[in-house]
């Protein structure tokens, strides 16, 4: 741990992580990342969840990566001061295999980036043309695209009949 930075908070409830996955996400080899800004909950700055899936290896190995990225994500926003760590935000490191080779300094890049990717504050969203609702993408939804251009199904035809 660095000298005079406090510990960074965590994320111990499955609803605060299905909630952070909700967010933004930000995508390495080593590592995912989803966070969200809290406005709503339990006040404080910067709350950090990390999880590892059984695709990854067995538990020695998960427990080596979740491990490399807790120390990572504590120098990473000691690095990155007081303004990212005093953030109310919540951030989920979601460890790969490659972040056990991986040497650490890229591993802490790596989490620098995501704390500053993931807790970024989303813009606006531009007003639309068509009075305050927002634009719908063109696309195909549950029944399909259903516009002008569908072509009818045939009718079905009777069997024929060998005489």
């Known amino acids: ?26 995508h390495t ?3 995912t990342a989803q966070g969200r800004l809290r406005d709503d909950g339990p006040p404080g ?26 120390v990572a994500a504590q120098i990473a926003a000691a690095q ?14 979601i460890g790969r295999r490659d972040a056990l080779a991986a040497p650490f300094a ?27 609702q927002p634009a719908r993408k063109a696309g195909r939804g549950k029944r399909g695209s259903g516009g002008a251009g569908t072509t009818p199904r045939p009718e079905p035809r009777p069997p024929e009949r060998n005489s």
């Not at 990155?80 to 490191?93: E, F």
Request: proline share 9%; aromatic share 4%; charged share 30%.
């Open 106 to 132: 890229q591993l802490v890049e790596d989490v620098r980036q995501a704390l500053g990717a993931v807790t970024k504050p989303r813009a606006p969203k531009p007003p639309s043309p068509d009075g305050g």
């Open 80 to 93: 990155a001061g007081p303004a990212q760590r005093d953030k109310a935000a919540d951030v989920v490191l």
């Open 1 to 26: 741990m660095t000298g005079g930075s406090p510990p960074l908070g965590r994320i111990t409830r499955r609803p605060d992580y299905l909630a952070a996955a909700k967010g933004r996400r930000f």
């Open 29 to 31: 080899e080593r590592l």
């Open 45 to 70: 700055g910067l709350r950090v969840g990390f999880t590892v899936t059984k695709r990854e290896g067995h538990a020695t190995e998960r427990n080596r990566i979740r491990r490399r990225l807790k």
